[in-house]
């Protein structure tokens, strides 16, 4: 299993994003891929999940009316979509696969692999 995360890079305070994760040598309509970030000396936080079985998805209550995940089965690519970016969501941004259970979806834990990350840095 590989996951390839890009579309990271320096945006100004209100900008926007979009993050892409491909994944190669998973079954589709058996895991989740997620969306973690970690800021600069602070632990890593999860962001985002989709299911690729039924499309269902999980969100950061606090990052929801800005952040969307979405996904495209053909190119086994999820999206996120980050709107109204702050200096605070400068982070580097990783994605995972797995099956976390629905309650644990943002336990790190729970997913078996992960991508190198993309370097997201809101400044003016």
């Known amino acids: 299993v590989q996951l390839q995360a890009s579309g990271g890079g320096l945006v100004q305070p209100g900008g926007s994003l979009k993050l892409s994760c491909t994944a190669s040598?998973?079954?589709?309509?058996?895991?989740?891929i997620g969306w973690f970030r970690q800021a600069p000396g602070k632990e890593r936080e999860a962001v985002s999940c989709i299911s690729l079985s039924d499309g269902s998805t999980f969100a950061q209550y606090a990052l929801a009316d800005r952040f969307a995940i979405s996904r495209d089965n053909a190119k086994n690519t999820v999206y996120l979509q980050m709107n109204s970016l702050k200096p605070e969501d400068t982070a580097i941004y990783y994605c995972a696969v797995g099956r976390p259970i629905t309650s644990a979806w943002r336990t790190s834990t729970m997913y078996a692999y992960w991508g190198q990350g993309t370097l997201v840095t809101v400044s003016s």
């Open positions: 040598g998973v079954t589709p309509n058996s895991v989740t």
